[in-house]
């Protein structure tokens, strides 16, 4: 099963999607954890990836391509995938074509703030308010606009995230549940 999960920074994708792969046995890919290991790494892609990074923008969508294309090209993707932070923009939508399932977790900018502001790990930056308003701002603008996308596929599944980790877990394993006899059409 082919599936991609969108949300807002904050929202649980990284809590819930290794654990969607997990109970599907295909891979977990985060984009955000492919940029980062290709810039640690300092390949070519890696220098061109990093200043974007650095600056908390959004990596141009050809370098974002060319990262996810190779997470995908592996065999490890035939079989399906969960997909974190990809596709961000509507062009990448298009270059990704046809997923299964999104799963969307719909979190107010309030408590995304706040989950943000109180993570122990991860970015560096979370903490920062300008960064969220900024990581925020970018997802309403260029994210966001994939909810309507996928929706006219027929494919989006929104889910309640300002919620109990396992709540939402519960409600993600109910979509699963739903969508599997469509995804075997």
Do not use: C, N, W
């Not at 994939?146 to 027929?154: A, I, M, P, S």
Request: hydrophobic share 45%; aromatic share 4%.
């Amino acid at each position: 099963m082919r599936i991609v999960l969108l949300g807002a920074p904050g929202s649980g994708k990284g809590t819930q999607g290794p654990r969607l792969a997990e109970r599907l046995g295909v891979p977990y890919l985060s984009t955000g954890e492919l940029l980062r290991a290709e810039a640690a790494a300092a390949t070519d892609l890696g220098a061109r990836v990093a200043p974007y990074l650095e600056e908390g923008e959004l990596v141009p969508d050809d370098l974002t391509l060319e990262v996810v294309d190779r997470a995908l090209a592996g065999g490890a993707a035939a079989d399906g995938f969960v997909l974190d932070g990809f596709p961000r923009t509507l062009a990448q939508a298009e270059r990704l074509g046809d997923v299964d399932l999104v799963l969307h977790l719909a979190l107010p900018d309030d408590v995304a703030r706040r989950r943000l502001a109180d993570r122990d790990e991860g970015r560096a930056d979370d903490a920062d308010p300008e960064v969220i308003e900024h990581r925020l701002r970018v997802y309403h603008d260029q994210t966001a606009p994939l909810l309507g996308h996928y929706d006219e596929r027929g494919t989006l599944v929104t889910v309640d995230a300002d919620r109990s980790p396992a709540e939402v877990t519960a409600a993600l394993d109910a979509a699963l549940d739903a969508a599997a006899p469509r995804a075997t059409d």
